[in-house]
Every structure is written in structure tokens, then in C-alpha cells.
């Protein structure tokens, strides 16, 4: 089985940063696309940043200059480095895996982490 741990998420004030993480753990072969959403409360969940397994990126305009996503694959992990917070960026941060393939299980798609709070507030 496989599992995406978040870890990072809290509390800062406006201009602050965090540094979300999030690690698949399992006898996991590869990663494809690996990326960060966030949802706050009464809207849509919304893609921040993604970064494919060969290092490509993409933003959400909203955070672009502000906030880089990384990946270490030898550590199958995803780092979102948050910068210049705002408090419009307070939402609950989910790690998402598109496709990870396991020893002795094959690939599957879709794999969420539990999500880790972020609140940008004075």
C-alpha cells in the first residue's frame, strides 16, 4: 500500500513562509506528476503547482514568483516552498500523486495525502 504524508502546514502571519512536504511511502518504482492543491472552505479545490518526475513545473498564477515546488525522487517526496504569504492563501494543502507504480502491484492513479492546514492571519 501506498501513503502521502504531509507535514509543514500551520500558522503565520501575512509576508511569512512555510514549507509544506510530502512523502510516499511503499516499495514504490516511480512517480509521475506530483503536485499541490489546496481547497479552502465554500470553494473549488484548485491545483497550486505541479512538477512531472523529470522536473517540469506549472503554477497557479496566484502564486507564481511566490511559492516553488520541488520533488527529491531517490526520497520519493514533494516540497512546496511558501513564501510572501497571503492571507487569501489559507486553505487546506493536499500532496497529489498522479500515477505511482509499486513493486509487485502495478501503477495506480490518484493518490491523495490527508491535507495539512494553512492559515495566513495577524
Known amino acids: 500500500q501506498v501513503q502521502l504524508v504531509e507535514s509543514g502546514g500551520g500558522l503565520v502571519q501575512p509576508g511569512g513562509s512555510l514549507r509544506l512536504s510530502c512523502a510516499a511511502s511503499?516499495?514504490?518504482?516511480?512517480?509521475?506528476?506530483m503536485g499541490w492543491y489546496r481547497q479552502a472552505p465554500g470553494k473549488q479545490r484548485e491545483l497550486v503547482a505541479a512538477?512531472?518526475?523529470?522536473?517540469?513545473?506549472n503554477y497557479a498564477d496566484s502564486v507564481k514568483g511566490r511559492f516553488t515546488i520541488s520533488r527529491d525522487n531517490a526520497k520519493n517526496t514533494v516540497y512546496l516552498q511558501m513564501n510572501s504569504l497571503k492571507p487569501e492563501d489559507t486553505a487546506v494543502y493536499y500532496c497529489?500523486?498522479?500515477?505511482?507504480?509499486?513493486?509487485?502491484?502495478?501503477?495506480?492513479?490518484?493518490?491523495w495525502g490527508q491535507g495539512t492546514q494553512v492559515t495566513v492571519s495577524s
Open positions: 512538477i512531472t518526475s523529470g522536473g517540469s513545473t
Open positions: 511503499g516499495s514504490i518504482l516511480s512517480i509521475n506528476v
Open positions: 497529489n500523486a498522479d500515477q505511482i507504480c509499486v513493486a509487485g502491484r502495478g501503477c495506480e492513479r490518484n493518490y
